[in-house]
């Protein structure tokens, strides 16, 4: 196992970081994705992965080296990616940053791509976390998405991941889909407790513009779903899943195994995404890259030796530094998602007075219709402010 735990990490003056490493291939595009993804575009892997430890040398270079307290990469399918690919992936990101032995490392992984081979080599290279694209256990739903695998083959690509000792492994499932019943959800939630998996995140589906859902939809040839039966099936999900703990408006974890890497961006701390469209949050400001891979990998395969300031880096679209009444609100907002909830003692100490109480105002009015509770200073959201839980954080943003 290649492991660097660099003597700079206890000396390190910057914080550490979160690191997002975008892979942008998928063997078929989904009906309803439009993520930064793309089908048939395979043979620009091994470029890519070039490009990528290159943006990767780049960023080590210009913060020095930060630490790096999780990995998680993300897509797309990085368990498209042939097992060397990944491991010249993960070498350059120990190369270029001070990866901790601790470093919680997640890959996304599709059941079909789930095979022994591939497991080994993603074990040996330190991967500690799997977050399996299940979206359901129903066969009938799975084709609706046009996912590629099966409700069975799900189940026997985690019994392979466990028995590869992957412990930790999270479950990606999707309600609110077009003839969706809550009995099929039900089934589905069902069929994952049996499995026991330490992480379970829920989406609901959006139908999302040039999608060919949305042509679906809108010419009938797929139901519009149904939002009250959607939030139906959210709280039959807090029901069902009341052996986790329901830590993330979207996300339950067995005590212990919430994710580190998405804490990081809800508790709105510094992180650095590689890769095209990637965004970032580093040194108060958001940044995010060009979206084409076949741009960022030209702007990156050619080492000139070039170094850029931090601010012009070449694969970069756009720069925003953040404004402190926005900070304040996103801040806040992300709070709120987490059960550990928003203590406004918090958002005086670094936002001011005047802004922990226009926050504090706002809460309570949302608290007197029980959508937010209020104990010790602390705001959470209520079982039903969770599902309300848009129309209170639009009333958090800045006037
Ligand atoms: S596998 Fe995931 S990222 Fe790829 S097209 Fe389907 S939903 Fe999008």
Known sequence: ??????????????PSIGLYIHIPFCQTKCIYCNFNTYARLEHLIPDYVRALSHEMKIWGELLEQPVVRTIFLG???????????????????????????????????NPGDVVGGKLSCWKALGVNRLSMGVQTFDD????????R???????????????ASFDNVSFDLIYGLPKQSLETWRSTLEQSLELDP?????????????????????????????????ADMYLLAEEMLKGYRHYEISNWAKPGYEAKHNLIYWRNEPFLGVGPGAHSYLRGKRFWNIKSPADYVRRLTIDTGARWPFDEMPTVEEWRETDPKEEASETSILKLRLDEGLAIADVESRFGEAEAQRQTNVLRGFATHSLVAESGGVFRLTSQGRLLSNEIFVKLLPE
């Open 1 to 14: 196992m290649i492991v660097s735990d660099s003597p700079r990490c206890a000396t390190m003056p910057q």
């Open 149 to 163: 695998h099966t409700a069975q083959q799900a189940k026997e690509a985690y019994r392979r991941m466990k028995a």
């Open 140 to 147: 009938g739903e799975l084709q609706m998405l046009t996912r």
């Open 198 to 230: 330490l992480h379970i995140s829920l989406y609901g589906l959006t139908i999302e513009e040039g999608t060919p859902l949305k042509q679906d939809v809108e010419s009938g040839r797929l139901p519009k779903p149904d939002p009250d039966l959607a």
């Open 75 to 109: 897509g797309g399918t990085p368990s498209l990616l042939p097992a060397s690919e990944i491991t010249h992936v993960l070498d350059a990101a120990r190369k270029s940053f001070a990866v901790g032995r601790e470093a919680e490392i997640t890959l996304e992984a």
